[in-house]
Structures are given as C-alpha cells and as structure tokens.
C-alpha cells in the first residue's frame, strides 16, 4: 500500500478552517507527551504555556509588544514570498532600519520637535527599503541568488551595528560602555490606549489591514500573484519581473526596517549591540504559518508570540529548560504545513495490487 | 472535544495547587544571557544559583530564565519575575542594565541586582568581580613560562571589563619580564568554539606560546593541549579539557556574593549598593597550579596573597600604549579608570578598536 | 608557516565542505533543504554524546550520521510526501535541530570530549610540504576528499547521476520517463542528511572536541551559500569552503600581525567575499543557467 496525494477541485473551506486547529491540536498533544518524557506534569504545562498567558493583563501585552514586530516584518515577506522573491534577510533590514532610524536622536540629539518621531520612522523605512534592495538589485542585474545574498547581509548588518554602538555611536557618558544615548522623550514612540501597548501594535494592525486589501482587491495585489504562479502568463500581461522584485523587496525591507525603528525607539529606547532576538528570522515562520495572508499572519504572530511568553512561563515556574520551546515551535510548524496539505490535496491510499483502489477520503 | 475541556479543568486546578503549596520565606530569580550549558559566564552564574539552593534548603526557593536576548525580552522576563514573586532578581548580562532600572521603577518592593552594570537606584544593587586581579598573576606566569616571550590573548568585545583584563595581563608579565609581547585577536563574539580554537592556532602560528583567553569555550585550551603550549581557564576551572596545557584557570564564582545578598534580603538587611570584590572575598577563584615548576607555583601564589591583602595591580607606574603616563609611581587607578578603561598600557601589540 | 595555516583553513574548511556536498546532490535533485544547522548540530550532540557512552569516535560518527539521516528523513516526508512548503520546512527543521540538540545535551556539558585519532597516512604523509597538510589529517578529513570525488563521479559519470540531475532539471518528464521522482529524491535528502550528521560529528569529536549548545554557530547556513556559490559543481564546493575557511582564518592572522582595521569589518569579509563571487558567477549567464537545477524548490505532485 502507498499513500498518494490528489488534488482537490475544489478547496475545502471546511479543511481550511479546520487544518490550524487540528495543528494545535497535535502540537500540544506532542508537547505533553515531551513534557512528560521530560518529567514534567504535562497539563501543568501545557496550561502555563499556551493558556496562562491569556489570563493576565500583563503577559497578554506582553504578547501583543512580542507579536508586533514579527508581524510587521511578515507582512512584508509575504508579498515577497507570494511573488517568488525569497527574501530571508529580513533580520538585517530589521538592524539597518533601526539605526537609520536613530540616525536623528544619537547623532543630532537636540532636534526635538514633533516631526522627530515621524522622520525616524521614514527613515527607518527607508534604511530598511535600501539594504534589502542590494540583494533585489543583485538579482535583477547579476541574477545572483537573493536566498544567500540576503543571508549573508545579515551577519554584515549586524557587525555595522556593532562597529557603530562599540565605536562612533558610542553613549559619550556611558563609560566605555557599548550602547547608544537614551533617545529623548521627542524620540520615543508613545504608548496608547492608557500604556496598555505600543503605537506601533495599532500601526502595525492597519499597514497590514491597508496591505490585505492591496493584495485582494488592486491591480497590484493581482500583479504580484500572477507573477508568483506563473511569471509567463504575467509576461504577457505586460507585467515586469525585475520591477515586482524591486518592488516587493523594497517593501518588505521598508517595513522591517519601521520594525526595527519602532523596537529601538519604542521598546529599547537606545541602540544596543543587539537589537533583535532573531525577529527577522521568526517572521519567515510567521510569514508561512499565516499563509502568506496579512489577516493570517496577524493570527499566526500572535501565536508565535504566545510561545515564546508561555515557554518562558514555563521555564520560569517548572525549571524546563529553554529549548523545549523551540522544538514546540519547530513542531507547530510542522504540523501546520502538514495540515494545510489538506487543504491542497486528498490523500488517498493506493493497495498495491488494486488497479484504481477506492479511494477514501480523510 | 469534551475531554479537552476536562484536561483544560484539570491543568487549572493543578496550577492553582502548585501555586498555594510554595512555602519558601524567599524567592531568588536569576536571568541569564546565554544558555545555562555555555560552561562559561551563564554556567557560573547558574552554580551560583545551585549553591544558593543547597546552602539555604527550604527557606529559599530559585528560579531562572536562560538564553534571554538584550533588549525587550529582557525587559519582559525581568517584569514577569517581578509579577511572580520573587523576592530579589539577579540579571546577569550589561545589556540588562536599562531594562532592570525600569522594571525596578515600577516595583519598588522587589530588589534587583544587576552584573557589570554601573546604575543603581533605591532597590537596584550593582555588582561585578575584580576579574582583572587574576589575570594579573597569570600574566607573570605567562612570563616566566614563554619561551618566545609572546603571548596570545583571545579577546571578545572591546569592553572595559576586557580591556582592563588585557592591560592587568601584559602588566604582570612585564613585571617579570619587560620585554614580553603580546599579541591580541577579537573575534567579535563571547562564544563560538570554532572560531575561538582558529584563533587559538592562528595566535600560536604567530609565534605565541602562551595563550590566554577573554571568551568563554574550552576550545583555545583544547588547541593548546594538542599543539603542546600551554593556556588558561576562563570563568570555570576548564583543566579536564587539557589536562597538560592549564596552568591555572580564574574561576568566576558567583556563589560568596548571591549566598550574602539572599541572606541579607531573608533578614530583612538588604540595601543597594555597588559590590565589587576580587580575591580576597573569594569572588574571584584561582584553580589549582598545574604543570608549573614549584618556584613559579610559589610566585604566583605570593602575588595571590599580596592582592588579597589589599595591593592592586594598577599600581604605578603604568604608561600607556601612546606613552602618556597613566598612573605615577606608587599611585593607584581609580575604581572608575579601572572600569572605564579604554586605553591600551604600552607593549600591547595591537591598536584598541575604537 | 604557511603550512600550518593550510592546516587551519583545513580544518576550519572540511565541515562546510562536507555539509554542502550533501546539500549539493539534494539540490541537484530540485530539493532546496535550508534544515542543514538543524542537522548538523543533531549530528554534533548525538556523535558527540554516543562516542562519550562507548567512548569510540566511530560509533559516535555512525551515530551522526544516522541522526542527520533521521532528521533529513522527517523532512523528505514532510515536503516530499505530504508536499509541504521547502523553505519553511527547512526553517522548522532548523528550529527543532537547535531545541532538541539542546534537550539532548544537557547531560554532557563540561565533559571532555574524545577526539578521532589522526591518522598518518604512510609515505604520501613524508612528502615534504604537502605531506603533512594533506595525509596527516584525521579520518573525516580524507572522508571529505573520497566524497568530492564520489559525488562528481556520481553526478558526472554514472547513470543514476544522470538520472538525478534529470529530475532535478524536469520532475515532469523524469516522471514520463518512468522514473521514480519522489524516491529518487528522497535517496538524495537521506544523502545530504548523512553528511550535515558527519559535518556535525566533526564540530564536536574533530574541530573542537567538546558539547556545548550551538556550538555549529551558523555553518550550515554557510554550507547553503556555499552550494549556489560552486553554481552546483562539486569540485567548486572545495574552492569555496577553502575560500570561504582561508578568508575566516586569515582576518585572525592578519589581527595578530597588527593590521590597523576595525576588527568587524575583518569578520564581515567571509560573508563580503562570499557575495562577491556568488555576483560574479552568476554574471555568467550561461554558466549558471547549465547547472542550476531547474526545479530547484518547486513541489513536485504526479497528475494522474
């Protein structure tokens, strides 16, 4: 007997409601039974992991400040990835985002006024929009593969970083030390709705609501997705290859780097060494989890970012080490691409002597 | 679905239980940058939180956040050790630093402790190790066991706490031989063991038959031990990964300091303040010599007791790399020259990164 | 002086080498695998942990091996079988290696690890010069030599090769033809599994013989760059990771005779340069079109 796949004519709506839960599902059940091995009581676990944070004030925010820039920043990448750009340097144009955004308040303190904030975030942008489009350039003018390129300018963003906070952006009272001045109250991006988030949660909800509805409804939501199925029929079309990878580079770096600008001047406050726990990175995984949909991967950061505060939960209360964390995410990961192959695709089990084996529908 | 909803009941009435059944008078929180199996800077800091655990039994109950990355994770791990109770929160990384203060505004009833940092408030404490007093002594040993009057120096980050290490290094040398030389390589990072052990050959290539190390992987060591020079230990004492290379190895030990605090906080004596210890206190550990003649085992251990009776190793005449003299005859750096230090004394064979 | 550079740069070459000649062959195959850190340090921790408890680095390789293989198996499953996204797989492949090498780990850190014995090989390692840079390595090193040239014959001259090659350029008539895409590339994500387990086993019973968490610090994903940089020809990849292990250890080199430049931009070169080439070969139209699969990363579903 072999398992074979068969396309579905039709998508199952009821398949692509149900397939993330059903992910869930199995991603807990193989979690209790790690936490079990691990000698740890499962449903104590589970509970602190994936519910407790939900149940207080404070880890929600938490959440929603740990969801922000993942969504943010896969936002972008899945216009990237809709129209065959794969673009994975997101963290690097997270890290120069931030630092053309703090170009303003670390070297010219003094500009406080009410257009600070709003010219770090375009700055921000633009930095972003600039790094990520080396790679698009590369692409477009050598053909070089944009995989690597854009890797490899991560690790050259981050040591620039580096160079500048350790060296010529250096606190010229911080003793030595390596981090950046304080950013001035100007600088600092407010909270809203009485401290309960960051401005950038509701930035962030409406740039992709904006970018959702770009996607479905105009001509260049349609561009982009004829271009990622089939780049002959879009030639026809009269549509440009080389512009939509420009375009869509340029897009996702311009929002990483907001991303990075809103971390530092909202969160951070400062330049530091580092300034990303591997946002860039994690929002590739978001990116797919939400199905490369702006309205999805809203879904799927949160949920991110509820494993990342109930594995510390976890870690906090039941003294379970680091990593079980990530192999939950690596898990869920799994499981929701392997669910959503429901969605695609009936399987079916072929007997090995029977010709055209009844199929049976799971 | 129903038995979903059952399990869902049961994890809520056991979380409730485990949260009543805590019976421990204080609750200590440490909150590391690195993962706790780095055997380094997190692996020595997690010793000390064993030690606390086994020296107080019952009365004190810890808990820890490993791999927590500078910047707002930071922030949030140390808020979420505020909100569950704990008593006194030890984080353990400089770029927890601003972080911590704001945490610490918000509960002025919790005390904090914050490593290498340099801000305190009413209920945030500093502390840091006089590290730079063992390398001191390992520099004379450095010195008298060249043969190539080089050594190499594996250095991470242009820091204070690292480039004080490096000068106290080259200082105790010269004190023993004025002409010894040394070589620096940063690697721009605290931990990656394959870089650490090429830099390691690359240093010995160069000529270096002495390597000393500011990262934290038993890696240059292991190189040492194969390549037949010899080295030191760093942040644990590392001599099973080279058993004929160590000569010594400056051991961070973290459990005098958290064992004092948590007591003064179980008696209610606790008060901010800035702790910064060396040998004397036991703070900074010398392991045992090894593979040393016994006049150079002698030597080092004298200059051990001389710091511990008070001598400071920036002690005058110190010149610096550009030839300005930094402190005259006699006279002692200041605690902040010492923490701030950004300057290279002269010999070293490298141009600080500015 | 020189020599003993060439031995670093060898050492500090051979696991990429080994990873990315087994990315190489999955990518010729038209399967794009960005799992290869995961499986390197799954490689790492279990050679490492199986050589500690029967304290021979053979079975500890073995054993490598077989965990790269493991994890290479689960995702041919994945995205093979059940069609799944490659490049999040791969991501998630990466995510999991990383926990669940450090779940595993836990019980050997600060243990000394046991180093595979070097092994002269007789006369060729007399050879002045090249003796002792090129036969008197441990075994994995002259593992990866045998490999370069298995896998370039492989490719080049046999039918199966051929075959290979075939799928990875059009699964689509492959199929017509008769041959079995799926297994074929299945046999390939198995191949290049192996080898991220055995480039692991090098980190951790050969480079630095030692368990401690992420100790592969991102050379799988170098092993990846590496791949398109050789433009998908084996005896590239050598040129590459020496390269790329000349370019990492010559920045320490040049740190120590004292050259007045700021130590980042030394360590950014490895990655500079690796841009720079992959720039100037894909400029080649011609060459890079040839051998670049072209199914690479497309899911391949049998219509019936």
């Known amino acids: 007997m072999r398992i074979e796949l068969v396309k579905r004519k039709e998508h199952s709506q009821l398949m692509a409601m149900l397939s993330p839960l059903i992910a869930v599902a199995l991603t807990a059940l193989a979690a209790g039974i790690i936490f079990s091995i691990s000698g740890h009581n499962p449903l104590v676990a589970l509970y602190k992991f994936f519910i407790e944070p939900l149940t207080q004030q404070w880890s929600f925010e938490a959440t929603i400040d740990k969801a922000t820039p993942l969504i943010l920043i896969a936002c972008g990448l899945s216009v990237c990835y809709l129209s065959n750009n794969w673009n994975i340097g997101a963290e690097g144009q997270f890290v120069i985002g931030a630092l053309f955004g703090s170009i303003l308040p ?45 890797l490899m300018l991560v690790y050259v963003a981050s040591l620039i970083l580096d160079y500048l906070v350790r060296g010529p952006w250096r606190d010229p009272d911080g003793y030595n030390f390596p981090e950046s001045r304080i950013f001035s109250d100007a600088a600092t991006l407010p909270e809203v709705f009485g401290g309960a988030m960051s401005l950038s949660a509701p930035i962030t909800v409406l740039i992709a609501i904006i970018l959702a509805i770009v996607l479905a409804k105009t001509l260049k ?142 | 679905m129903k038995s979903l909803l059952k399990a869902t009941v049961a994890a809520l009435a056991f979380a409730a239980a485990g949260s009543t059944a805590q019976a421990a008078d204080v609750k200590a929180c440490f909150i590391y940058v690195g993962p706790v199996g780095d055997f380094g800077w997190s692996y020595q800091h997690d010793q000390g939180r064993l030690a606390v655990e086994e020296h107080f039994g019952d009365k004190v ?149 002495i390597i000393t190390q500011h990262t934290d992987s038993t890696a240059p060591l292991q190189v040492a031990q194969e390549r037949g020079v010899h080295g030191f230990g760093q942040a644990s004492d590392m001599v099973n990964f080279a058993k004929d290379a160590q000569y010594t190895a400056i051991i961070d030990d973290w459990a005098p300091y958290y064992i004092h605090r948590v007591q003064d906080v179980l008696d209610g004596k606790w008060e901010s303040g800035s702790s910064w210890e060396g040998l004397a206190e036991g703070h900074v550990v010398m392991a045992p010599y090894t593979n040393l003649p016994a006049d150079v085992v002698e030597m080092a251990k004298a200059t051990e007791a001389k710091i511990k009776d008070g001598w400071e190793p920036f002690t005058g005449p110190i010149t610096k790399q550009d030839g300005s003299v930094a402190a005259e005859d006699g006279v002692r750096l200041d605690d902040g020259a010492i923490l701030g230090m950004n300057w290279y004394v002269q010999g070293v064979d490298d141009k600080l990164p500015q | 002086m020189f020599e003993a550079v060439l031995l670093t740069v060898i050492t500090a070459a051979t696991p990429l080498l080994i990873a990315a000649l087994g990315e190489l062959v999955v990518e010729r195959s038209g399967v794009l695998n960005l799992g290869v850190e995961g499986m390197m340090i799954m490689g790492a921790v279990v050679g490492f942990a199986v050589a500690n408890q029967t304290g021979s680095g053979f079975l500890g390789v073995i054993a490598a091996v077989a965990a790269g293989m493991a994890m290479s198996a689960l995702f041919g499953f994945l995205v093979l079988v ?93 199929h017509a033809l008769g041959y079995s895409v799926i297994r074929i590339r299945f046999s390939a994500v198995l191949f290049g599994g192996a080898c991220a387990g055995l480039a692991g086993a090098y980190m951790s019973l050969a480079y630095t013989p030692q368990w401690v968490e992420n100790m592969t610090a991102g050379r799988g994903w170098i092993a990846l760059a590496l791949v398109v940089f050789s433009s998908w020809l084996p005896l590239r990849v050598v040129v590459g990771a020496y390269l790329f292990g000349a370019v990492s250890v010559l920045n320490l080199h040049a740190q120590a005779v004292e050259l007045d430049i700021p130590s980042q931009l030394l360590s950014s070169l490895p990655y500079l340069a690796t841009i720079l080439v992959l720039v100037l070969i894909s400029a080649n139209r011609r060459l890079t079109l040839v051998n670049t699969p072209a199914c690479l990363g497309k899911p391949f579903v049998p219509d019936r």
């Open chain 1, 106 to 150: 670390v070297l010219f303190p003094s500009f406080e006024n009410a257009a600070t904030l709003p010219l770090m975030l375009i700055f921000g942008a633009i930095g972003g929009a600039l790094w990520a489009l080396v790679p698009a350039l590369l692409k477009t003018r050598f053909n070089t593969n944009e995989i690597l390129t854009s």
């Open chain 3, 82 to 174: 059940l069609v799944t996204n490659q490049v999040a797989t791969g991501l998630a492949l990466t995510i999991l290696g990383i926990g669940f090498s450090g779940m595993i780990g836990e019980a050997f850190i600060g243990v000394p690890g046991l180093k595979i014995p070097e092994l002269y090989i007789p006369i060729l390692s007399e050879i002045p010069f090249f003796g002792p840079v090129f036969f008197q390595q441990d075994s994995i090193v002259y593992i990866s030599f045998v490999l370069v040239a298995a896998v370039a014959y492989f490719l080049f001259r046999t039918r199966l090769g051929l075959v290979l090659r075939a799928v990875g350029d059009n699964h689509g008539s492959a």
């Open chain 2, 61 to 209: 109950e810890t808990a820890y956040l490993e791999s927590v990355p500078e910047g707002p994770d930071a922030e949030r791990a140390i808020e979420r050790f505020a909100r569950e109770g704990c008593n006194v929160i030890f984080t353990t990384s400089f770029g927890y630093m601003n972080p911590t203060i704001k945490v610490a505004k918000k509960f002025p009833d919790v005390k904090f402790e914050h490593a290498t940092g340099y801000k305190t408030a009413d209920n945030v404490a500093t502390y840091n190790s006089k590290f730079h007093q063992g390398r001191y002594i390992i520099g004379q040993i450095a010195a008298k066991q060249s043969k190539s009057g080089v050594a190499g120096y594996i250095a991470s980050f242009p820091i204070p706490e690292v480039v004080s290490g490096i000068n106290a290094f080259l200082l105790g040398a010269q004190s023993v031989n004025p002409d010894f030389k040394l070589k620096v390589v940063w690697v721009n990072t605290w931990f990656d063991p394959g870089k650490e052990a090429d830099a390691a050959k690359a240093l010995i290539d160069q000529g270096a038959d």
């Open chain 1, 221 to 362: 939501g349609f561009e982009i997705r004829v271009m990622g199925e089939s780049p002959r029929a879009g030639g026809f079309a009269g549509f440009s290859a080389k512009g939509l990878t420009l375009f869509s580079f340029a897009l996702a770096g311009g929002l990483a780097g907001l991303a990075g600008t809103m971390e530092v001047s909202g969160a951070l406050n400062q330049l530091l060494p580092s300034i990303s726990p591997g946002y860039g990175f994690t929002a590739i995984i978001v990116a797919f989890l939400g199905r490369l949909n702006p309205i999805g991967i809203i879904i799927a950061g949160f949920v991110l970012a509820l494993s990342y505060i109930g594995g510390e939960g976890v870690q906090s209360a039941m003294g379970v080490t680091n990593e079980i964390a990530s192999v939950i995410q690596g898990l869920l990961l799994f499981f929701v691409l392997a669910c959503d192959t429901l969605i695609l695709y009936r399987i079916r089990f072929v007997s090995r002597h029977g010709s055209q084996g009844e199929a049976s529908h799971v």
